[in-house]
T-cell receptor, first 114, second 110 residues
Framework: NAGVTQTPKFQVLKTGQSMTLQCAQD?????MSWYRQDPGMGLRLIHY???????DQGEVPNGYNVSRSTTEDFPLRLLSAAPSQTSVYFC?????????????FGDGTRLSIL | QQPVQSPQAVILREGEDAVINCSSS?????VHWYRQKHGEAPVFLMI?????EQKGHEKISASFNEKKQQSSLYLTASQLSYSGTYFC???????????FGKGTTLSVSS
């Protein structure tokens, strides 16, 4: 099983460029989410989705857009990258929206914005 | 609002015990514990639910005090493999929108 797949693994952008971080899962999980991880800040929730067509904001949604057109995919879009968005981004999924379930994390995307 | 973890860092020798605490200013429905090794993704350890249900690894021990809005993770007879950063997360009523604390770094040496 592939689990949660994030692409790319590494990316360098210039300020103002746009970028889509891809996240796909093959476990038929309803719930998917995006986190960013910065030194000393832990994992901060950006956006999450409880199913296709449904998304909601997390703790730090500004500067990011998401959509969920299929169960499998949950892309994260940076419309105009800023240096403050330099971070490691993790996508996670879990089986059900109805109760607490283990989150399965992807390997992360390391993003640098110059 | 992020849950607060304490201590921020722990240094142990193999075989020693440690307790990592997680507290929230909001009512807790579930507490999730994850461990992350450097350069890797977080890995699930345990979920504690309101009412006493627990899901997770048999060798991991944790408690959940609903009244105090606190959870503690107990690491006994530590091994080198226990080293990493431990995160607690608090979920809403549906178990979604998981908000993590800043983490506790555990270093175990021989």
């Amino acid at each position: 099983n592939a689990g949660v797949t994030q692409t790319p693994k590494f990316q360098v952008l210039k300020t103002g460029q746009s970028m889509t971080l891809q996240c796909a899962q093959d476990m038929n999980h309803e719930y998917m989410s995006w986190y960013r991880q910065d030194p000393g800040m832990g994992l901060r929730l950006i956006h999450y989705s409880v199913g296709a067509g449904i998304t909601d904001q997390g703790e730090v949604p500004n500067g990011y857009n998401v959509s969920r057109s299929t169960t499998e995919d949950f892309p994260l879009r940076l419309l105009s990258a800023a240096p403050s968005q330099t971070s490691v981004y993790f996508c996670a999924s879990s089986p059900s929206r109805e109760s607490a379930q283990p989150q399965h994390f992807g390997d992360g995307t390391r993003l640098s914005i110059l | 609002q992020q849950p607060v973890q304490s201590p921020q860092a722990v240094i142990l020798r193999e075989g020693e015990d440690a307790v990592i605490n997680c507290s929230s200013s909001k009512a807790l429905y579930s507490v999730h514990w994850y461990r992350q090794k450097h350069g890797e993704a977080p890995v699930f350890l345990m979920i504690l639910l309101k009412g006493g249900e627990q899901k997770g690894h048999e060798k991991i021990s944790a408690s959940f005090n609903e009244k105090k809005q606190q959870s503690s993770l107990y690491l006994t007879a530590s091994q080198l493999s226990y080293s990493g950063t431990y995160f607690c997360g608090t979920g809403n009523k549906a178990g979604t929108a998981l908000i993590f604390g800043k983490g506790t770094t555990l270093s175990v040496s021989s």
